[in-house]
């Protein structure tokens, strides 16, 4: 079964850090785009970041630039979305998401998501 499973949400203050991990279990992240999304209840779903592990290219939102970093650790079929200086706007439950298409994750869409993890930074 595939799955993916998100970890590293929680509370946190204004200004600090969190480091959000995406493990892929029942196949691997080779040859396939990793997304980020959060969303806000009430609002649509947001883009965060990806990263495609074809050539290793990152797409970032303009709300997340210069602040969040999303990397890759082939090893442990394990994407990570390090998150810095963080602001009371980035509270969301946040999800991983896979396609062998980065076109898709750009747009949304992608086979395989995962559960969420709360982000909630407070002020």
């Known amino acids: 079964e595939v799955q993916l499973v998100e970890s590293g949400g929680g509370l946190v203050q204004a200004g600090g850090s969190l480091r959000l991990s995406c493990a892929a279990s029942?196949?691997?992240?080779?040859?396939?785009?990793v997304g980020w999304f959060r969303q806000v209840p009430g609002k649509e779903r947001e883009g965060v970041s990806s990263?495609?592990?074809?050539?290793?290219?990152?797409y970032y939102a303009d709300s997340v630039k210069g602040r969040f970093t999303i990397s890759y650790d082939n090893a442990k079929s394990t994407v990570y979305l390090q998150m810095n200086s963080l602001k009371p706007e980035d509270t969301a439950v946040y999800s991983c998401?896979?396609?062998?298409?980065?076109?898709?994750?750009?747009?949304?869409?992608?086979?395989?998501w995962g559960q969420g993890t709360q982000v909630t930074v407070s002020s």
């Open positions: 990263i495609s592990t074809f050539d290793g290219s990152t």
């Open positions: 029942g196949f691997t992240f080779d040859d396939h785009a």
């Open positions: 998401a896979a396609d062998d298409s980065s076109g898709r994750i750009l747009l949304g869409f992608a086979d395989y």
